[in-house]
């Protein structure tokens, strides 16, 4: 079986967390760095389309997909506040903010992913949001290590879906 997980969201080069200094580009093979946001989703959704060819090939190989984990707008220690007992409480965003910041990656990946229909797919949003807010913290606990990276309780919770779908 073979997961692949990333960050992939940075097709503009803009981050979620505009705390962040700095821009990433995208360049794909022998391409010049893309200068329009056209440019930008071609060669993204051609360097997915070229993932999906090579790792559908392997034999005998399950491949499923991993979409990215939330980001978050902020640094974790702007958003926490600790009672006595150390629990973490607020860290919420809003999920249309979420839905809204992935869209570009989202389409793009999905359209692809129709052309490979034996690729499955796990899709974190679902741990991490609801209908209406995602969260850093989930009963008391913090589920980030910062904006970008889940934490153990984290990872265990995307895992659960996992272990459940693949015994």
Known sequence: MIFLVGRYTA?????????????????????????????????YRDSVIEMFEIVTKIPRAKIVFVYQTPELPFKLEYCISRNLMGEATGCAIPRADQDEFFSQYRNIVDEV????????????????????????????????????HVNIL????????????YP
């Open 11 to 43: 097709i503009e080069g803009i981050k979620f967390n505009k705390n962040h200094v700095g821009e990433s580009k995208l360049q794909y093979l022998n391409r010049p760095i893309p200068t329009t946001r056209e440019q930008k989703q071609r060669d």
């Open 113 to 148: 992913l129709k052309e490979y229909p034996q690729v499955d797919t796990i899709d974190p949003l679902k741990t991490f949001c609801d209908d209406e807010k995602c969260y850093a913290a989930r009963d008391g606990q913090l589920l980030y290590d910062d904006d970008i």
């Open 154 to 165: 984290g990872a265990q919770l995307v895992m659960e879906g996992v272990t459940e779908r």
